[in-house]
């Protein structure tokens, strides 16, 4: 497409030449021949620094903010007054605007974002939609008929740049995928990396302390978040609807401030998708919701009790659900599955196969293969709310002693590292610290942030402090008891360690599986 054509209609200071135009890029190392190069300002780095490399590199024309000097006469220049804004619009022309072609979901929360979107795919797949899921362990579409194609690998973003988001969100439709579910993280929406996806409907899972580092206070990361529910509830041109949760506080918040339609789900009565009752189970959790809104694409006006029998005319009705993710915390997890499906129209009984038809997330909750008489989990949990629930989930499998070993992500917020060494000594029988991802800071300084916070009189719990993952695994399993849980905490499905500046192979699950075959 020409960058003519691009730029059409969009706020322009300034514009010279014209290019055919290939891709988007905004990392001068990645910048391939035809490609524009937009500079854009961020917290660490000014692209517009690097037009020279770009250009280098073979950039056919070059976007800017700022006036730009010593550009050669013959390369295509346009600026900008907000070239961020401008990005995600040229980004949705050159692709196509795929998702005005999909029904596309996006799910944000500091927890349960994965799991949730798993499970929406599947029950997408089970209503015969065949549906690409892009989030952190990586992007595939699942078609009805059981096969899978994969796009992306697990990266570092859970959601990708606004302009590689469109190219695969563009495949994927290539591709036959008439439905995505996205993971949508506070930073991708802060960066605005989502801005230009037609979301049909928004899912708030939950808001509890994280990424204080890059937000800086609680109300920012809310804000953040919200961004889902209004600017790019408006931003779509299409019927929102958002599923949110209120039985958290901040989910009551988001569901006054939301557009569009809100359909609000928990355990709280006034919730449209409340659960009534629930089972938990060592091979199932099961759950029964009271609904009205399994028929209809219109919500209530506004949260409120349902009545017996009736919602506004439309029939209430109890079913039971189960899925085979036993931890309690999935409860919510299927419950906002659920909710954000049927605001979709999508039939209950899609529903039930699509939760029925999940088995496994990939490091969450995730039971390591090993035979032994104690047993290993391996659980993505790094927020001091995480950690709570999957050790409250640890110790419902009754245990005959439950130890978490887990550490704290370098270079991220600091201040959640002393209440994660309390909730781990106030719900753990044993405790070991060791490192997460350490990334560029001194991993026996993050440990003693972490030692700091457990109580004086629980510190006999912390049975070791070792910064070296491997020796640390190794030690849980070669101590354990019979019928001990042992949970490896933080990294989850990570095929890797961030050490400095380094991706160094790690597996939780595989090092668990050789420390289990070489026990004493």
Not at 440 to 461: C, K
């Amino acid at each position: 497409m020409r960058l003519s054509e691009l730029i059409h209609g969009l706020p322009i200071l300034e514009a010279r030449g014209d290019a055919e135009i290939r891709g988007v890029c905004v990392d001068s190392r990645r910048v391939q021949p035809g490609d524009l190069f937009v500079a854009l300002v961020g917290r660490q780095q000014d692209g517009h620094r690097f037009i020279g490399d770009a250009i280098q590199r073979g950039a056919a024309a070059v976007m800017a903010q700022a006036p730009v000097e010593r550009l050669a006469n013959d390369m295509p220049f346009v600026r900008a007054p907000d070239t961020r804004d401008a990005l995600w619009r040229i980004a949705q022309r050159l692709y196509g605007d795929p998702t005005q072609h999909m029904l596309t979901v996006g799910v944000t929360g500091t927890n349960g974002k994965t799991t949730t979107t798993h499970m929406l795919q599947k029950i997408l797949v089970a209503w015969g939609k065949p549906t690409v899921l892009i989030g952190t362990l990586g992007a595939w579409i699942e078609y009805p008929d059981g096969r899978r194609e994969t796009l992306a690998q697990e990266g570092e973003f859970t959601t990708p740049e606004v302009y590689q988001l469109q190219a695969l969100l563009q495949q994927a439709y290539t591709l036959g995928a008439q439905a995505a579910v996205m993971e949508v993280s506070s930073h991708a929406l802060d960066q605005r990396r989502a801005d230009g996806v037609r979301f049909d409907g928004g899912v708030f899972t939950n808001l509890t302390q994280d990424h204080l580092d890059y937000h800086g206070t609680m109300e920012a990361y809310a804000a953040a978040k919200l961004r889902l529910f209004t600017d790019l509830a408006e931003q779509s041109g299409k019927l929102f609807r958002a599923a949110i949760n209120i039985d958290d506080a901040w989910g009551r918040q988001f569901a006054a401030k939301a557009k569009g339609a809100v359909y609000t789900y928990g355990e709280n009565e006034c919730a449209l998708v409340q659960a009534t009752r629930v089972e938990y189970g060592q091979d199932a959790l099961r759950f029964w919701i009271r609904t009205a809104i399994h028929s209809t694409l219109t919500p209530a006006p506004s949260p409120k009790p349902l009545g017996e029998g009736d919602a506004g005319g439309e029939r209430v009705v109890e079913r039971q659900l189960h899925t085979a993710l036993i931890a309690p915390y999935n409860l919510y997890n299927a419950l906002a599955a659920t909710t954000a499906a049927l605001s979709l129209g999508i039939p209950l009984e899609s529903v039930q196969r699509g939760l029925a038809n999940l088995s496994q997330v990939p490091g969450r909750f995730e039971r390591a293969p090993i035979d032994a008489d104690y047993t290993v989990i391996v659980d993505f949990a790094h927020t001091p709310d995480a950690l709570a629930r999957v050790l409250h989930a640890g110790r419902l499998l009754n245990p005959t002693r439950l130890t978490v070993l887990f550490g704290c992500g370098g270079d991220r917020d600091a201040t959640k590292r002393p209440i994660m060494g309390r909730i781990a000594a106030e719900l753990a029988d044993r405790v070991i610290l060791t490192s997460d991802n350490p990334r560029t800071e001194e991993p026996n300084q993050i440990l003693q942030q972490i030692f700091a916070g457990v109580p004086e009189d629980l510190r006999a719990r912390v049975a070791l402090v070792e910064p070296d993952r491997r020796r640390a695994i190794e030690y849980a399993l070669h101590t354990a008891q019979a019928g001990e849980l042992i949970l490896l905490a933080g990294k989850g499905h990570e095929p890797y360690q961030i050490v400095g500046n380094e991706k160094l192979p790690f597996s939780d699950i595989e090092v668990a599986k050789e420390a289990a075959g070489a026990k004493p």
